[in-house]
Antibody, heavy 122, light 107 residues
Framework: QVLLQESGPGLVKPSGTLSLTCAVSGVSITNTNWWSWVRQTPEEGLEWIGDIYHNGLTNYKPSLESRVIISVDTSKNQFSLQLTSVTAADTAVYYC???????????????WGQGTTVIVSS | DIQMTQSPSSLSASVGDRVTITCRASQSISSWLAWYQQKPGKAPKVLIYKASNLQGGVPSRFSGRGSGTEFILTISSLQPDDFATYFCQQFSGYPYTFGQGTKLEIK
């Protein structure tokens, strides 16, 4: 059974850096999938942040690209999200998810972590 | 970015009803669309991928159709467990974008 588990601080100060890690179990992070971060707020709904392949290739949402770094640690079977210069608008539930691939094309986020709430506040 | 627009935003229905939710893309996405169900406090769960393919373990009362810019999720006979929020997401191009959601409530 593939499981994803987010971890990281639940409170981040404005202008600080949000850092989350997603531990993957039940499958090697080096298999043929991409690994995504998604966030959700009542106002904006679900927002795809970016994804990463095990070799370090990344894609980011353009509006967040200047503040986002997604990285992977294959030795620990985990991937991470860093979001810099945070504001209250970055307060959200953050999810990590597996992007499933078929014939080299992504088709769904088929496994999700349970989500972690991050509040940006002083 | 490709904009995804769902309708309706909310819907009241009864157990046993047939329900349809529409998702429209701002440009053609071929069949690169997934549908998700989300319950309060839980992560989304994929129901349909590539517009019409049922994810393993998902009841057959769920079905999807469409291509290009218009897609429909149908629940053939609503069950109590189906009252939730439903989202579409396109995988045609980065950034992957979601619809705003359709909340399905009990009438």
């Amino acid at each position: 059974q593939v499981l994803l588990q987010e971890s990281g601080p639940g409170l981040v100060k404005p202008s600080g850096t949000l850092s989350l890690t997603c531990a993957v179990s039940g499958v090697s992070i080096t298999n043929t999938n991409w690994w995504s971060w998604v966030r959700q707020t009542p106002e904006e709904g679900l927002e795809w942040i970016g994804d990463i392949y095990h070799n370090g290739l990344t894609n980011y949402k353009p509006s967040l690209e200047s503040r986002v770094i997604i990285s992977v640690d294959t030795s620990k079977n985990q991937f991470s999200l860093q979001l810099t210069s945070v504001t209250a608008a970055d307060t959200a539930v953050y999810y990590c998810a597996r992007t499933s691939i078929q014939n080299y094309y992504p088709y769904a986020l088929d496994v999700w972590g349970q989500g972690t709430t991050v509040i940006v506040s002083s | 970015d490709i904009q995804m627009t769902q309708s309706p935003s909310s819907l009241s229905a009864s157990v046993g009803d047939r329900v349809t939710i529409t998702c429209r893309a701002s440009q053609s996405i071929s069949s690169w669309l997934a549908w998700y169900q989300q319950k309060p406090g839980k992560a989304p769960k994929v129901l349909i991928y590539k517009a019409s393919n049922l994810q393993g373990g998902v009841p057959s009362r769920f079905s999807g159709r469409g291509s290009g810019t218009e897609f429909i999720l149908t629940i053939s006979s609503l069950q109590p467990d189906d009252f939730a929020t439903y989202f579409c997401q396109q995988f045609s191009g980065y950034p992957y974008t979601f619809g705003q959601g359709t909340k399905l409530e009990i009438k």
